[in-house]
Nanobody, 131 residues
Framework: QLQLVESGGGLVQPGGSLRLSCVASGSTLDYYAIGWFRQAPGKEREGVSCIGRVPGRTEASTYYVDSVKGRFTISRDNANNAVYLQMNSLKPEDTAVYYC????????????????????WGEGTLVTVSS
């Protein structure tokens, strides 16, 4: 059983930065693709960024939704069983609850685009971008 805990959310001014962490316990993340998703009030949950499994020593594939390309960076930290989302140049429209999720899949883009059938979800962390 995998448990996911997000942290790093908060209030930030437009143009600012935050780094979200998703730390896993109970099992290794090595066998899972990991995604960051967000849900703003009154909107559906959307995939923000996903990162693939890392079998062997190959670099993990990544996917970003168009609205965050060039601003957000997803990365894995296998030693600490964690995945991070570095968010720069934040905008008010980035305001949402951010969730991480794990899924046993090699289909990284599909995981982010088709937001269903995840194996595990975290509880979320709130990001508010406001002046």
């Amino acid at each position: 059983q995998l448990q996911l805990v997000e942290s790093g959310g908060g209030l930030v001014q437009p143009g600012g930065s935050l780094r979200l962490s998703c730390v896993a316990s109970g099992s290794t993340l090595d066998y899972y693709a990991i995604g960051w998703f967000r849900q703003a009030p009154g909107k559906e949950r959307e995939g923000v960024s996903c990162i693939g499994r890392v079998p062997g020593r190959t670099e993990a594939s990544t996917y970003y939704v168009d609205s965050v390309k060039g601003r957000f960076t997803i990365s894995r930290d296998n030693a600490n069983n964690a995945v991070y989302l570095q968010m720069n140049s934040l905008k008010p429209e980035d305001t949402a609850v951010y969730y991480c999720a794990a899924k046993r899949t090699f289909l990284v883009q599909r995981m982010c685009v088709v937001v269903r059938d995840m194996d595990y979800w975290g509880e979320g962390t709130l990001v508010t971008v406001s002046s």
